[in-house]
């Protein structure tokens, strides 16, 4: 395992639907974020893990959000009851300790019709 | 507030030319600074970060910054661009917490044209 990965890359989801996203971090490393991209912005910040503990949840995390990192190991994202505004990628990132570089997955973009 | 803003778009430049990317920033507290690259629907892949010590910072493919602690500045810099080079590169700054979760501006786009 070279890097962080995630599954699925693309999906395409009808509204009002839920969806799950998966992300498995390099092995060592103990810290795990979620972001979200939209077209032309910057990723932004949606919920971190230190180990299996959800320390912090951004407000951009609504209800129908939900994440969870069940033993430290892998992190699942579920969006439930899908909304067009929900149309984007959904990057994982994962790193050691505080200062260092987090390293990223390639995403998964979601399209909801 | 902790913010980072990259007041270019789109940066354009001949290959073979030296490349800038401007970043500035306004945090509370010591600044930990990164740069990011992104290619068409791929995901960031880190060039650089700063934490402390010397303000000339190297990193991958060439790449180097500049911390300019007076100006809040972190400028990403080449000397000479390759065609390659092109793609969409972020700022981002460490939130001054425990989480290390980054603030990232909105990107500029790096055109290199042979």
């Known amino acids: 395992d070279t890097g962080v990965s995630q599954d699925p890359r693309h999906k395409i989801t009808k509204r009002g639907q839920n969806v799950t996203f998966r992300c498995d971090p390099i092995?060592?490393?103990?810290?795990l974020y979620w972001y979200r991209q939209t077209l032309g912005q910057g990723p932004e910040f949606l919920t971190y893990f230190q180990n299996e503990a959800q320390l912090e949840k951004s407000r951009l995390l609504s209800d129908r959000f939900s994440a969870e990192r069940p033993k430290g190991s892998f992190s699942t994202l579920e969006i439930q009851r899908t909304e067009q505004g929900d149309s984007a990628m959904y990057l994982c990132a994962s790193s050691t300790r505080v200062n260092t570089e987090a390293f990223f997955g390639q995403g998964t973009r979601l399209t909801v019709v | 507030a902790q913010s980072v803003a990259q007041p270019e778009d789109q940066v354009n430049v001949a290959e073979g030319n030296p490349l800038t990317v401007k970043c500035t920033y306004s945090v509370s507290g010591n600044p930990y600074l990164f740069w990011y690259v992104q290619y068409p629907n791929r995901g960031l892949q880190f060039l650089l970060k700063?934490?402390?010590?010397?303000?000339l910072v190297k990193g991958s493919y060439g790449f180097e910054a500049e911390f300019n602690k007076s100006q809040t500045s972190f400028h990403l810099k080449k000397p000479s661009a390759l065609v390659s080079d092109s793609a969409l590169y972020f700022c981002?700054?460490?939130?001054?917490?425990?989480?290390?979760?980054?603030?990232f501006g909105q990107g500029t786009t790096l055109q290199v044209k042979p």
């Open positions: 092995s060592e490393h103990n810290r």
């Open positions: 700063y934490i402390t010590g010397d303000n």
């Open positions: 981002a700054v460490r939130v001054t917490s425990n989480t290390g979760k980054l603030i």
